[in-house]
């Protein structure tokens, strides 16, 4: 059966495929494609935009090797099989009273495809989800397996956190958990203008600030999430009711939203004014609750996207050319644009590496024309010297990352003394890393 990714941007037929339930099926997995010539890939959820997760030789499904292994309440360090959902992770957690510190928008990525690709929510002060990785364990390709951590191969553990399956395939990842928190979140339209002036005060004075902006309308939808009552803080939380939410996400974010993208896809010319009409119903919201039901809205609209990470003092004359360029496209544009803030960090090839970004990402409804959009979008972000989401579309190769990332072949050593056969290769791969 031919794998295909959410979006319909990567398919595969892979020549076998594997359901390993634990470690030693992982090794012997590994071990079986080898002996038939054949280069292995873990498949997560299938979420990535970028044919990241392709192959055309065996495919490990590890849908089978999820939940959690050991938590320690302490040290708030949790170890899980790699299959396991961020869904599934979010739910363990709040039963131990524990939660992940920062996450992106949805929660249907496995933990290990979401670090692997350097997956990322939002805040000043916190980095994406490969930052909150305590150590991981690692088949390589001979079947032998690897832990890293700070401590134990510092080099590697810096190297695979985020590196897209290319050293091994990733067995359990232990996480720095914090003790479960209540998030406030004040959701509310804004002059786009305004959102822009205010951008420092607003990425200084909030733990969790984003906007999205549809191009062609004045309006942004502003959103700040903040912990209630400091640290660990368990917090009071006033749920949005469940009647309000379900008009708010699932009829206004996505069946609304979505008939509003098909009205569009069919009459292309309808799409400047159904954009409008689309900000004009952003509406002012208040609520809290758990962080990671704060976080994670559901997105049943499908689109493609790309997202780059710029220098965070360079977002504002990104996003004013990007302004300018949008009304001079051919083909006009849909979905918001998504604006974001992260602090730097060490892991390798994560894009916040030794820089504070700002994350820009572009999207399109499935089905209508995103060529032009995205072309002009990565002809400006890469002028900043923007580092491209390694699980969305870009069309960056191996020499381009050797200028933006300053250990681009610190890790390239590291690949080549875990996976010297190039057992774990697939073209995406090739295209990133160099043959
Ligand atoms: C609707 C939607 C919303 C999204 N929101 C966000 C967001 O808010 N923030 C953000 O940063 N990104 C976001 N993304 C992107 C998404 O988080 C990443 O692409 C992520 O990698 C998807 O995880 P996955 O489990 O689907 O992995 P896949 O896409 O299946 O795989 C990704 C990579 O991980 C590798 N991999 C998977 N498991 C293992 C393993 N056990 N060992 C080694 N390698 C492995 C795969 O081989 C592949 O190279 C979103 C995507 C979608 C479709």
């Not at 990714?5 to 594997?18: C, I, K, L």
């Amino acid at each position: 059966m031919t794998w295909q990714n959410w979006a319909g941007t990567a398919s595969a037929d892979p020549a076998r495929r594997y359901w390993p339930r634990s470690t030693e099926e992982i090794a012997e997995a590994v071990l079986a494609a080898a002996e038939a010539g054949l280069t292995v890939r873990a498949l997560g959820s299938g979420h990535s935009f970028s044919p990241a997760a392709v192959t055309s030789g065996a495919a490990l499904d590890l849908s089978g090797w999820n939940g959690i292994v050991a938590a320690d309440l302490e040290s708030g360090l949790v170890t899980v099989r790699s299959g396991t959902t961020i869904r599934e992770l979010n739910a363990a957690l709040s039963i131990l009273g524990l939660a992940m510190p920062n996450l992106g928008d949805i929660d249907a990525q496995t933990i290990s495809g979401a670090i692997s690709t350097g997956t990322h929510g939002t805040g000043a002060r916190h980095g994406g989800l490969a930052t909150a990785v305590a150590g991981l364990d690692l088949v390589l390709a001979d079947g032998s397996v690897i832990s890293c951590s700070a401590d134990k191969n510092p080099d590697l553990f810096a190297a695979a956190a985020v590196s897209l399956g290319a050293l091994g395939v990733i067995s359990t990842v232990t996480l720095a958990c914090v003790p479960a928190f209540t998030l406030a979140a004040d959701e509310r339209p804004m002059r786009l203008d305004e959102v822009l002036a205010r951008f420092d005060e607003f990425a200084a004075g909030n733990e969790h600030f984003e906007f999205f902006w549809f191009p062609y309308g004045k309006n942004a939808l502003l959103k700040r999430n903040n912990r209630i009552a400091g640290p660990g803080s368990a917090g009071a939380p006033r749920p949005m009711p469940s009647w309000r939410r379900f008009v708010e996400y699932e009829v206004m974010e996505n069946a609304a939203f979505g008939a509003l993208c098909r009205t569009g896809r069919r009459a292309p010319r309808l799409i400047k004014p159904l954009n409008k009409l689309a900000a004009a119903t952003l509406s002012k919201r208040a609520y809290s609750g758990s962080s990671h039901e704060v976080f994670v809205t559901p997105r049943r609209v499908r689109f493609v996207e790309s997202e780059y990470a710029v220098p965070i003092q360079d977002v504002l004359g990104v996003l004013a050319e990007l302004r300018a360029g949008v009304a001079r496209l051919a083909d006009p544009v849909m979905f918001p644009v998504e604006v974001r803030v992260a602090a730097a960090d060490d892991v390798w090839l994560s894009t916040g590496y030794g820089r504070e970004n700002a994350y820009v990402a572009i999207h399109q409804y499935v089905g209508l024309p995103y060529q032009e959009y995205f072309r002009l979008f990565e002809s400006i972000v890469t002028a900043a010297g923007g580092r491209p989401h390694w699980g969305k579309m870009h069309t960056r190769d191996a020499d381009y990352f050797r200028e933006v990332y300053p250990r681009f072949t610190d890790f390239l050593r590291v690949r080549d003394e875990m996976d010297p056969g190039r057992r774990f290769a697939n073209p995406y791969l090739e295209r990133v890393f160099g043959v």
